[in-house]
C-alpha cells in the first residue's frame, strides 16, 4: 500500500447473501498486513430515488464507516462506488477513493481500490480477486 513497496498478496474468504433481493451483504475475512486477521461487512443495493447505487463498508481494523454511491457502466459489468476515507500515509485527513468491481464471469469479480492523491492522481491501492469455491 506504501509508494515504492512491492505488492503483497494475502488469502481470504467471502460469504455473499441477498438481504431480501433488494440488498446484497459480503462478510470477508482474511490475512493483514503486518500479521493477524481482519473481518470486512460490505452492502451494496440500488436506490431508485437517487438512481444509483449506494451502501457500506466497515472493517475489525479501521473505526471509519466507508459511505458507497456509484454507478453502473453500460456494459452493466463494473461497478464504481465513490467514497471516502482516510488516507494511507496515517495522516489524520480524508481522501476520495473509488472501489470499481468488475464481474470477470459468473465466477470471477475483481475490486480495484484506488485513492485520489494530492497531486490529482488516482493510484491503485488494493486490488482483490474473488472465486466462487465450487
Known amino acids: 500500500m506504501e509508494p515504492g513497496k512491492p505488492p503483497e498478496k494475502f488469502k481470504g474468504s467471502e460469504i455473499v447473501r441477498s438481504i431480501g433481493g433488494l440488498w446484497v451483504q459480503g462478510e470477508s475475512r482474511g490475512e493483514m498486513p503486518g500479521g493477524g486477521s481482519a473481518t470486512m461487512v460490505i452492502t451494496l443495493g440500488y436506490d431508485p430515488q437517487k438512481e444509483r447505487y449506494v451502501g457500506t463498508f466497515i472493517g475489525s481494523m479501521m473505526t471509519h464507516l466507508w459511505l458507497y454511491d456509484g454507478s453502473l457502466d453500460s456494459t452493466e459489468k463494473v ?49 482483490a480477486n474473488y472465486y466462487r469455491k465450487k
Request: proline share 2%; glycine share 8%.
Open 79 to 127: 461497478l464504481t462506488l465513490n467514497t471516502e476515507g482516510p488516507t494511507c500515509t496515517g495522516e489524520e485527513k480524508l481522501a476520495r477513493y473509488k472501489d470499481v468491481i468488475e464481474l470477470k464471469s459468473a465466477d470471477h469479480r475483481v475490486m480495484t481500490s484506488q485513492m485520489l492523491g494530492d497531486d490529482g492522481v488516482w493510484s491503485t491501492v488494493m486490488t
